[in-house]
Structure formats: structure tokens, C-alpha cells
């Protein structure tokens, strides 16, 4: 076939697909974001495991008491009928204190406030760089959306300036070079224009 001749499926001009609305992210919205990460909701409940295992560290100075109690009954049976029935009980009770082990009891209280302090400091370093990550984050959107309206304005003078030089185009006033030159310039503005819009779609991504 000759390859000059257009393909028929290119002569039928698709609809053009709209974008996605993108809203703006509202003041205050920073701290929403950082309250639902998987991440620092993980660091958090870490750290208050290990605060509650250091009260139980400290527990162990406490004496302890135990309660120990049994009920019940015994009976011997011949020819079903009930011989000497007997009832018993016993209630125990038991104290402990630690008087030999207080050397043991405060390393192991220093060990665990040690964990939790390595705890807190990685809670710590993970809300840091959760922060620095949705500032940038908000940054680059912020920046993508500004950069997405320049170049919108900057195809609607490209696309003016293509009308325009058609209208110069028919009047014979230009040749068909320049026209195409404008055509291309145009082309180039659209494609910047889709490029920033799918990058501003991709940080909106990003960003929750």
C-alpha cells in the first residue's frame, strides 16, 4: 500500500479524556496526614508497650500477695448409699517481698527504661522524617500546581498564535514552513502541559 496515505483510524479525532480534580489541600491538613501513617501509628503503640513494661519493672519493688483457696467434699458410697460425707476447705495466703533482690530488680528497671528511651527516639526520628517527607511533598504540589497554570496559559498563547498564523497562512502571508513551525510549537506546549498535569496527578499520589 502507498505509506504516504493516512491510516483511516487516524482521521476519527478521539474525545478528549479530563483530567482529574486535584483539591487543594486544606491548612492544618499536615498533621491529619501524619496522624494516618502506618509507620508512626506502629512507633507509637511501640512505645507505649515498652512504657508499660517498664511499670511492671518497677512493680517488682512492690511485695506480692497470693490467695490460694480449695473447697470441696468426699464421700464414700456402698450400695448407693452415702457414708461418711466429709467437707473440707483450706484458704492459704502467701506474702513476698523482695529483700535479696533489689540489685536485680533496678538493673532490670535501667534495662527497660533503656529500651524505652531507644523507643522514643526512633518515635522521635520517625516523626521527623514523616515531616520533613509531607512538607516536600506539599512542597513539590504546591510547585507542580503553579507550574501547571504558566504552562496553560503559556498553550493558550501558543494555540492563539497557531490560529492566527493559519488565518496568515490562507491570506498567503506566510509559507507553509513557517505555519508548521507554529504547529510545533504548539504541539511542544501541549505536551509540557500534559507532562506537568500527569506529574501533578503522580505528587497528589504521593503526598496521601
Do not use: C, M
Not at 479530563?18 to 507509637?44: F, H, K, N, S, T
Not at 512504657?51 to 512492690?62: G, K, P
Not at 526520628?125 to 511533598?137: F, G, P, R
Amino acid at each position: 500500500r502507498d505509506p504516504s496515505q493516512p491510516e483511516a483510524v487516524l482521521t476519527v479525532v478521539p474525545a478528549r479524556a479530563a483530567w482529574a480534580d486535584i483539591a487543594a489541600v486544606a491548612p492544618g491538613q499536615p498533621v491529619d496526614l501524619l496522624a494516618r501513617r502506618p509507620d508512626l501509628r506502629a512507633a507509637e503503640q511501640q512505645l507505649a508497650a515498652e512504657s508499660a513494661r517498664l511499670q511492671e519493672a518497677r512493680a517488682n519493688y512492690l511485695p506480692r500477695f497470693f490467695l490460694n483457696a480449695v473447697f470441696g467434699g468426699q464421700d464414700l458410697t456402698i450400695n448407693n448409699i452415702g457414708l461418711s460425707p466429709v467437707r473440707y476447705s483450706n484458704v492459704a495466703l502467701a506474702f513476698s517481698a523482695p529483700l535479696f533482690a533489689a540489685g536485680r530488680i533496678q538493673a532490670g528497671v535501667k534495662a527497660q527504661s533503656a529500651r524505652e528511651q531507644q523507643a522514643l527516639i526512633q518515635y522521635e526520628k520517625l516523626i521527623l522524617t514523616a515531616v520533613e517527607e509531607v512538607e516536600v511533598s506539599l512542597a513539590a504540589l504546591a510547585d507542580e500546581r503553579r507550574r501547571t497554570d504558566l504552562l496553560s496559559r503559556a498553550a493558550g498563547a501558543r494555540h492563539q498564535s497557531l490560529r492566527h498564523g493559519d488565518s496568515l497562512y490562507r491570506a498567503g502571508q506566510i509559507d507553509l514552513l513557517q505555519l508548521q513551525q507554529l504547529q510545533r510549537a504548539a504541539l511542544a506546549a501541549d505536551q509540557s502541559l500534559v507532562e506537568s498535569q500527569t506529574q501533578r496527578a503522580i505528587n497528589a499520589v504521593q503526598l496521601h
